[in-house]
Each structure stands twice: as structure tokens, then as C-alpha cells.
């Protein structure tokens, strides 16, 4: 699931070339501003058929933040 994420992560942002972990800040490693990070979540509830409540959103800091509720949701 990390695997799929990052890749996600990639395409919405199209940068291929960034080095993503489970640790990833999204804040501060990637500097998404909150309707970046906004953007994104539409990509993942698009992309795994979920929906990301704005009150789970707000909770995701890291790149496993995201991996693990994901997991939850499918």
C-alpha cells in the first residue's frame, strides 16, 4: 500500500523525481500548503474509491498517516 501511495503522491504532484518514505512530512518535507494536501486527498479517495472526512484530514501529517487509513478504509 506504501508502494501505491507514493505513487499517487508523484503523479498528483508530477514529480517523479522526489524521494518518499513512510516518514515523509507533508508539510514539511514536501511543503503542500492545505489545498494541496486538499487536492491530493481527492486523488487518493478517487484512486482507492474511499472518502477522507475533513476531521481525518486534518490529522495526516505523515506519508503513513495516509497509508494506514487507507488500509482501514479498504
Do not use: H, W
Amino acid at each position: 500500500m506504501l508502494e501505491k501511495v507514493i505513487e499517487v503522491i508523484k503523479n498528483t504532484y508530477r514529480r517523479p523525481d522526489i524521494i518518499l518514505t513512510a516518514d515523509t512530512n507533508l508539510l514539511d518535507d514536501l511543503n503542500l500548503n492545505s489545498l494541496e494536501i486538499a487536492e491530493l486527498m481527492c486523488a487518493f479517495e478517487d484512486e482507492f474509491e474511499i472518502e477522507i472526512p475533513d476531521r481525518v484530514l486534518a490529522g495526516f501529517q505523515l506519508v503513513k498517516d495516509i497509508v494506514e487509513y487507507i488500509e482501514k478504509q479498504v
